[in-house]
């Protein structure tokens, strides 16, 4: 089955830079790869995401990239503030996965003043 | 539009004793999956349920099981509780259960944090 792999576990950067989260999929046929974020004691939110059709996507602050060939896509966060601190969440699925997301380890990303 | 929510919040419960948690989707979804999450294993999928029918299920023993009724709402039952059972038990709805289509994504409810003693 599909097993998602996230780097790093956990990212300190300071406020106004930028912070990079990498994961890799081993099912070549996934084709949906959601971002959620997940705040202290909230449900995960969905963010952004992308679909194998696309290789880059952007949504103001964060963007997506997508590398088909290697099997990885990554979320891009610029300019952080402190309300991006959170566990962020790199998932997977593939066409008849059927409501299924096969998710990353995530990363707590702490953004200091 | 109102979004997912569950019930109840929060859940303590002991060794061999059963539980059902339900979640309610948005408006309009007809598809259901269940997530359970702990700090060491993450967020792994249950299952899921799309017009009353389990429709895919992961990786957990029989003790775990689910239903959905007409209107879409879910339910599922852990019997014979263990202590690894504690977790946050996340349900998820979306359109119709496809992500790789577009308007299908998936939005989760508050969870249910369940604590076996």
């Known amino acids: 089955g599909e097993n998602v792999e996230q780097h790093p576990s956990t990212l300190s950067v300071q406020e106004g830079d930028s912070a990079v989260i990498k994961c890799t999929y081993s099912d070549s046929a996934s084709n949906y790869f959601p971002w959620y974020k997940q705040e202290l004691g909230k449900r995960p939110q969905l963010i952004i995401d992308i679909r194998s059709n696309v290789g880059e996507k952007k949504d103001q602050r964060i963007a997506v990239t997508l590398n088909k060939t290697a099997k990885h896509f990554s979320l891009h966060i610029t300019e952080t503030q402190p309300e991006d601190s959170a566990v962020y969440f790199c998932?997977?699925?593939?066409?008849?996965?059927?409501?299924?997301?096969?998710f990353g380890s995530g990363t707590q990303v702490v953004v200091t003043p | 539009k109102a979004g997912v929510t569950q019930t109840p919040r929060y859940l303590i419960k002991t060794r061999g004793q059963q539980v059902t948690l339900s979640c309610s989707p948005i408006?309009?979804?007809?598809?259901v999956s269940w997530y359970q999450q702990t700090p060491g294993q993450g967020l792994q999928f249950l299952f899921e349920y799309f017009s009353e029918t389990q429709r895919n299920k992961g990786n957990f023993p029989g003790r775990f099981s689910g239903r959905q009724f007409s209107n879409s709402r879910s339910e599922m039952n852990v019997s014979t509780l263990e202590l690894g059972d504690s977790a946050l038990y996340l349900c998820?709805?979306?359109?119709?259960?496809?992500?790789?289509?577009?308007?299908?994504?998936?939005?989760f409810g508050p969870g249910t944090r369940l604590t076996v003693l």
């Open positions: 998932a997977a699925s593939s066409t008849d996965s059927w409501g299924k997301l096969q």
């Open positions: 998820a709805s979306s359109l119709e259960g496809q992500p790789e289509l577009l308007h299908n994504e998936q939005f």
């Open positions: 408006s309009g979804h007809r598809s």
